[in-house]
């Protein structure tokens, strides 16, 4: 059956600390991966994904297929970093499947 | 993106009264998705329809039905609302690429059932 565990319901940091948010999934085959993010008062929305390597706000993940983990890391949270962050595999042409989320919030 | 919209933005309604929370899109998307998201509980998906015939139970659909009334519009009933569904409702959209899909979402319903 398709998991994604985010372990971290909440996390907090100061400003211009490392950030990690941890995400491991099971999954049959080799899904893709995808991190999506929701500040407050705003819907949710896609922050990046595995297949584009791409970093975005600074953000980057890495695909580790031998712990199947995919942890979201910042070398320097900033307070606007703030947010509902939410884990997603997804396996061909199945649907999204959400982690519960970690909320991050970033002291100043 | 104001190409996901839902109706109503709030609503606050008594235990036992029906209700409907509506989603449009003009992104011309075939998937369309029902959550809702609770503190502490993250999103938990309801219904998924990735097409205007298909309509499928999510996690937790129990005491919800949808209706695809058209690619662009997928509805979500509570027939006879109880407390515990107070919750934040979010529709989503999609449209699969190969080996990847981004959903867009709403801007989400609040919903308080007293």
């Known amino acids: 059956a398709q998991r994604v565990t985010q372990p971290e319901k909440l996390l907090s940091v100061f400003k211009g600390a490392p950030v990690e948010l941890k995400c491991n999934y099971s999954?049959?085959?080799?899904?893709?991966l995808f991190w999506y993010v929701q500040y407050s008062r705003q819907r949710l929305q896609l922050l990046l994904r595995h297949i584009s390597r791409e970093s975005i706000k600074g953000f980057t993940a890495d695909l580790n297929k031998g712990e199947t983990s995919f942890h979201l890391k910042k070398p320097f949270a900033q307070e606007e970093d703030s947010a509902m962050y939410y884990c997603?595999?997804?396996?061909?042409?199945?649907?999204?499947?959400f982690g519960k989320g970690t909320k991050l919030t970033v002291n100043p | 993106d104001a190409d996901v919209t839902q109706t109503p933005r709030n609503r606050i309604t008594k235990t036992g009264k029906r209700i409907m929370l509506e989603c449009s899109q003009t992104k011309g998307h075939d998937r369309m998705y029902w959550y809702r998201q609770d503190p502490g509980l993250g999103l938990r998906l309801i219904y998924y329809s990735f097409d205007v015939k298909d309509i499928n139970k999510g996690e937790i659909s129990d005491g919800y039905s949808v209706s695809r009334q058209a690619q662009a519009k997928f509805s979500l009933s509570l027939e006879s609302a109880i407390p515990n569904q107070t919750a934040l409702y979010f529709c989503?959209?999609?449209?699969?690429?190969?080996?990847?899909?981004?959903?867009?979402f709403g801007p989400g319903t609040r919903l308080l059932v007293l």
């Open positions: 989503a959209t999609s449209d699969l690429g190969y080996a990847q899909e981004t959903q867009y």
């Open positions: 997603a595999p997804q396996g061909g042409s199945e649907k999204l499947v």
């Open positions: 999954y049959s085959g080799s899904p893709e």
